[in-house]
T-cell receptor
């Protein structure tokens, strides 16, 4: 069984300040982990992915995430928020055995205050 | 590379009608997954197609069915539409067991 918990449904930051979006996961197998971003009325865009290589993963638009197995976490960070970062962010776990099982978190809405 | 494309972008139907949504995968991808995203919620997995067969299915009734063609494109069909079927329908393509890339979605409104 696998699950994903996004610890905050809403996060509000001021423009230029750091962003931290928290994600914890559970999985019986070695997972792949992803962060996707969704702007209003749009599809999902892949920000970054962890697939058992380097634990610190760099993505697009200055985002990065660190895979911490001991804490079962995969938090998303960005040093300085931009107005265009305002969107909904989804943490996703994927496990591949006989088939691929993909589980989405419930999402975190990021608000950036000018 | 055109990425994942979906059609139509918007659709309005009435209760009881049937609808067909279409998805063309990213070049080189052979697996297509469909998701339903209700307003304010995260995507919910409907089913996944590989080699023209439904490989796995989420918790959706038989009113939801699909098809994958030899060129890997896919259709999602919903019969006997209910008001609760109103949602953004997302298609994702990937290599089998690989990273999923999403299309822009089809917004379905059922009146």
């Amino acid at each position: 069984a696998q699950s994903v918990t996004q610890l905050d449904s809403h996060v509000s930051v001021s423009e230029g300040t750091p962003v931290l979006l928290r994600c914890n996961y559970s999985s019986s197998y070695s997972p792949s982990l992803f962060w996707y971003v969704q702007h209003p009325n749009k599809g999902l865009q892949l920000l970054l992915k962890y697939t058992s290589a380097a634990t610190l993963v760099k993505g697009i638009n200055g985002f990065e995430a660190e895979f911490k197995k001991s804490e079962t976490s995969f938090h998303l960070t960005k040093p300085s928020a931009h107005m265009s970062d305002a969107a909904e962010y989804f943490c996703v776990v994927s496990v591949s055995g006989g088939y691929q099982k993909v589980t989405f978190g419930t999402g975190t809405k990021l608000q950036v205050i000018p | 590379d055109a990425g994942v494309t979906q059609s139509p972008t918007h659709l309005i139907k009435t209760r009881g009608q049937q609808v067909t949504l279409r998805c063309s995968p990213k070049s080189g991808h052979d697996t297509v997954s469909w998701y339903q995203q209700a307003l304010g919620q995260g995507p919910q997995f409907i089913f996944q197609y590989y080699e023209e067969e439904e490989r796995q299915r989420g918790n959706f009734p038989d009113r939801f069915s699909g098809h994958q063609f030899p060129n890997y494109s896919s259709e999602l069909n919903v019969n006997a539409l209910l008001l609760g079927d109103s949602a953004l329908y997302l298609c994702a393509s990937s290599p089998m067991f690989g990273t999923q890339y999403f299309g822009p979605g089809t917004r379905l409104t059922v009146l």
